[in-house]
């Protein structure tokens, strides 16, 4: 599958060079927090932001969902569409920003690294101040009280052993439910 493609800003740019500098980023494996969170859920509509090279959408694939993926790079892109393709599984892989995405009903699962200790984030060239994390969303959703059901924002440990995400020890995870449409 081809990924569709419009004008993403510097964010995107940002992210092409962080990707191009390797083959591949990540390990190919979906996150644990997915397969811990949503294994047990029935098939559904998926929208999996920020897909990367596509692990978690085709993760979701191949359990049924009906998963469209967007990232900002357009590299990452590639690269998920060429995976999604071995895979032989279905996935709609769009070019875009979270904030260009509305999703009436369904869940929100948000995992970040913990940064709470931004020191290691900045040394490795970038100031976790600068991105939105899973606390922040659930005190913007907690302005929406009739419209979001925040079911847990917490740290969890993880164990992960190969791709770019190895040196992390903590995530942080949103996991939400939206109710109703804001007022
Ligand atoms: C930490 S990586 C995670 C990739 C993938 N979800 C995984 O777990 O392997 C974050 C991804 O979010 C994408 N991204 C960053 N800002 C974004 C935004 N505003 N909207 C959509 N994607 C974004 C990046 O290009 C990158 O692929």
Redesign the pocket.
């Known amino acids: 599958m081809t990924p569709d493609h419009d004008g993403v800003g510097a ?1 995107g740019i940002d ?1 092409d060079v962080h990707y191009s500098a390797v083959e591949q980023v ?1 390990s190919g494996n979906p ?1 644990g927090v997915l397969v811990a969170e949503i294994s047990d859920a029935t098939p559904g509509t998926a929208v ?6 596509g ?2 959408a085709i993760w979701l694939a191949h359990r049924k969902w009906d998963v469209t993926a ?4 357009a590299v ?1 892109l590639a690269r998920a569409a060429e995976y999604v393709e071995k895979a032989g599984v279905t996935v709609q892989l769009l070019h ?4 260009d995405l509305v999703a009436p009903g369904g869940r929100l699962l948000f995992v970040h690294h913990d940064h709470s200790d931004p020191e290691p984030a900045r040394h490795a060239g970038f100031d976790p101040a600068d991105y939105v994390m899973p606390y922040d969303v659930d005190d913007a959703l907690a302005e929406l009280p009739d419209a979001w059901e925040v079911q847990a924002c917490e740290n969890r440990p993880r164990n992960v052993t190969t791709g770019a995400g190895a040196g992390h020890s903590v995530d942080v995870v949103l996991r939400a439910r939206r109710t109703n449409s804001p007022t």
């Open positions: 964010e992210w990540w996150n999996d932001v920020g897909c990367g090279e692990a978690d967007f990232d900002v790079s990452a875009g920003g979270l904030l």
